[in-house]
Nanobody, 122 residues
Framework: QVQLVESGGGLVQAGGSLRLSCAASGSIFSINAMGWYRQAPGKQRELVAVITSGGSTNYADSVKGRFTISRDNAKNTVYLQMNSLKPEDTAVYYC????????????????WGQGTQVTVSS
């Protein structure tokens, strides 16, 4: 079992910053990619940022230049540093991890975090 625990969400004024954390635990052989998604009320879940095992990153156009995704491989943790926050960033943010476990070496599994609310006031 691979479990993800998210933290760092909260209420912040426009222009402020937050850092989200997502820690993965379980019988993990390797992590292929870690990413952050968000979902606002009435909207589909969208990819915010992703980082691969090789360190490559990709961001949604709406957050480029403001958000930074990073990882700590030793801790199986991914972070999302969010600066210059805007009201449009208000959403529930979900961590997602693609991984290979010892129990299923030939399969790339996927797990979701529980979600953390980010609210940006104007």
């Amino acid at each position: 079992q691979v479990q993800l625990v998210e933290s760092g969400g909260g209420l912040v004024q426009a222009g402020g910053s937050l850092r989200l954390s997502c820690a993965a635990s379980g019988s993990i052989f390797s992590i292929n990619a870690m990413g952050w998604y968000r979902q606002a009320p009435g909207k589909q879940r969208e990819l915010v940022a992703v980082i691969t095992s090789g360190g490559s990153t990709n961001y949604a156009d709406s957050v480029k230049g403001r958000f930074t995704i990073s990882r700590d491989n030793a801790k199986n943790t991914v972070y999302l540093q969010m600066n210059s926050l805007k009201p449009e960033d208000t959403a529930v943010y979900y961590c997602n991890v693609h991984y290979i476990t010892y129990q299923a070496m030939g399969v790339i599994g996927s797990s979701w975090g529980q979600g953390t609310q980010v609210t940006v006031s104007s």
